[in-house]
Structure formats: C-alpha cells, structure tokens
C-alpha cells in the first residue's frame, strides 16, 4: 500500500531535550515536505527536500532541522524543544512535478 | 508572499442544506488545490483545478477556478454528515514551484 509513515504519533517531552520525527514514504516520490499545523495558522511550511541531500528552509523553520540522506526518509529534528513548538506536525510527499501531495497521519507534539 | 483567505473558518449546517466555501488571493497560482482532513488523519486531495474558469464535479461537490486564476470556491449540495471535515485550499505558485501555499481551512460540521 501506498503510504507516508510517521513516527511517533503521540509525543510528550520537556524542554531541550533533543527529539527526531521519523517520516518514510514508500512510493519513491523525489520531493518531501514536513509541515505543522496550529490552530487559526492553518498548515505552514517547515523544511522541504526536492531530492536526497537537497533541502530548503519553508515558512517556519527556526529551531528545526531536517536530513534527506535517503530518498525515502526525511526525518525532522528537534535540537532543543520549547514549548512554542508544541503542535501537530505533517510530513507529506510527492512525484517531482507532480500536483498530489500524500501526508501522513501526524504526529501530536507535546512540549512541557 | 502569496496568501490564501479561506471563508467561512467555521460553518455549522443541517444535512440537506447546501454551502459554499471561498478561498481567495492577490496572487496568480499555477493550479489550486482542494484537500480534505478529518480528525486524527492527514489532509487528502479531493480535486485539483488548473485553468482559469474550470469547473470540476466530484458527486456533489463542484469546485471552481476562478477566470483570473486568483481564487476558487467549493460548493457542497446537499451536504450529508459524512461531509464533516476540515477543507482546506492549497495554491501551487507559478514558475515550476512545488511549493503548496495553504488556506487556514474551513471547519465544516454537518448535523444529522
């Protein structure tokens, strides 16, 4: 099946204690995107990889960073959390040229 | 920066009636997109439009580009509680971008 994976779900950590959000696509899509979402902000833009070791800064991407050393993986890292960014956070994938992005389930971000 | 302006943010109807949703901007897109999100899921596209004036029908939902490729509109007939959902618009920018520029999304309940 056709699908972008995330993991964890649920997560509930406390400040600067560094954490990965693991994100697998299995559909060999050249272009991923990691994007978090807030209520009244709707879906912003975090980090985005056009291809393996190419990516880009998004809307948002202070106290973020990403890895594209596989095509299928994309993993986003938390250096040091603070409570701001608490959210739901998305990571989505897509054909290079494509219209369709296909997200994945979420992942819940709890930071105390 | 291109936005998007989605309205209604929320909208609360009895099944059977019909509604629409507007999703407007300054900006010229290449194509925009309609995504669906219920709770606990990612978003999925329901229908992407490209040309300007486009009309496109997904049961009974009908999806509309504007001429000026500035703004479109989603209009549900009838709308059923299966319908209940986060709608959100999304604009690809011209020029080969594969950025996706999103709406702030329409929280729509339909009650039985």
């Known amino acids: 099946e056709a699908q972008v994976t995330q993991n964890p779900r649920y997560l509930i950590t406390v400040t600067g204690k560094k954490l990965t959000v693991t994100c697998s696509q299995n559909?060999?899509?050249?272009?991923m995107s990691w994007y978090r979402q807030d209520p009244g902000l709707g879906l912003r833009q975090i980090y985005y990889?056009?291809?393996?070791?190419?990516?880009d800064k998004g809307d948002v991407p202070e106290g973020y960073k990403v890895s594209r050393k596989e095509k299928r993986n994309f993993p986003l890292i938390l250096e040091s959390p603070s409570p701001n960014q608490t959210s739901l956070y998305f990571c989505?994938?897509?054909?290079?040229?494509?219209?369709?992005?296909?997200f994945g389930p979420g992942t819940r971000l709890t930071v105390l | 920066t291109q936005l998007l302006e989605q309205s209604p943010q929320f909208l609360s109807i009895q099944e059977g009636e019909n509604l629409t949703v507007y999703c407007n901007s300054s900006s010229v897109f290449s194509s925009l997109q309609w995504y669906r999100q219920e709770p606990g899921e990612g978003p999925v596209l329901l229908v992407t439009v490209v040309t300007g004036g486009e009309v496109k029908k997904l049961k009974r939902l009908t999806f509309q580009f504007g001429d000026a490729r500035k703004d479109s509109s989603l209009h549900i007939t009838a709308a059923q509680p299966g319908d209940t959902g986060l709608y959100l618009c999304?604009?690809?920018?011209?020029?080969?971008?594969?950025?996706?520029?999103f709406g702030k999304g329409t929280k729509l309940t339909v009650n039985p």
């Open positions: 999304a604009g690809v920018g011209q020029g080969g971008s594969e950025k996706l520029v």
């Open positions: 989505a994938s897509k054909r290079q040229g494509g219209n369709e992005q296909f």
């Open positions: 990889s056009m291809n393996v070791e190419v990516t």
């Open positions: 559909m060999n899509h050249e272009y």
